[in-house]
């Protein structure tokens, strides 16, 4: 199970620390990474990591605002998002893939999901 926190109601140029927890695996055997869905959009992969120690991506429109990184102490993955803009309110969802899931931001390669938690930025 994953479990998403953090999200909630910003301004623009606001920043967001999303946070997801599992319980029943190891973060650290899968690929892990964070998605999006937008009302009336397709679900967008946002930043991804290949198992534990590996480079982490981050997709070119969120470059340089979006980060990734995981704590396998903790069995947590995070999601730093700063300089947000109107157009980043979405659902977003933390996520586990296959561990060798290439690319990591691939939504086909998912096995398990978060149950999403809401961002919304106002203008």
């Known amino acids: 199970q994953l479990v998403e926190s953090g999200g909630g109601l910003v301004q623009a140029g606001g920043s967001l620390r999303l946070s997801c927890t599992a319980s029943?695996?190891?973060?650290?055997?899968?690929?892990v990474g964070w998605f999006r869905q937008a009302p009336g959009n397709e679900r967008l992969g946002v930043a991804c990591?290949?198992?534990?120690?590996?480079?982490?991506y981050v997709e070119d429109s969120f470059h340089g605002r979006f980060k990734i990184s995981t704590d396998s102490a903790k069995n947590t993955i995070t999601l730093q998002m700063n300089s947000l803009r109107p157009q980043d309110s979405a659902v977003y969802y933390c996520a586990a893939l296959k561990r060798d899931a290439d690319p990591c931001y691939y939504d086909g390669y998912v096995a398990y999901w978060g149950q999403g938690t809401q961002v919304t930025v106002s203008s």
């Open positions: 990591i290949r198992g534990s120690g590996g480079r982490p």
């Open positions: 029943g695996l190891r973060f650290d055997d899968y690929a």
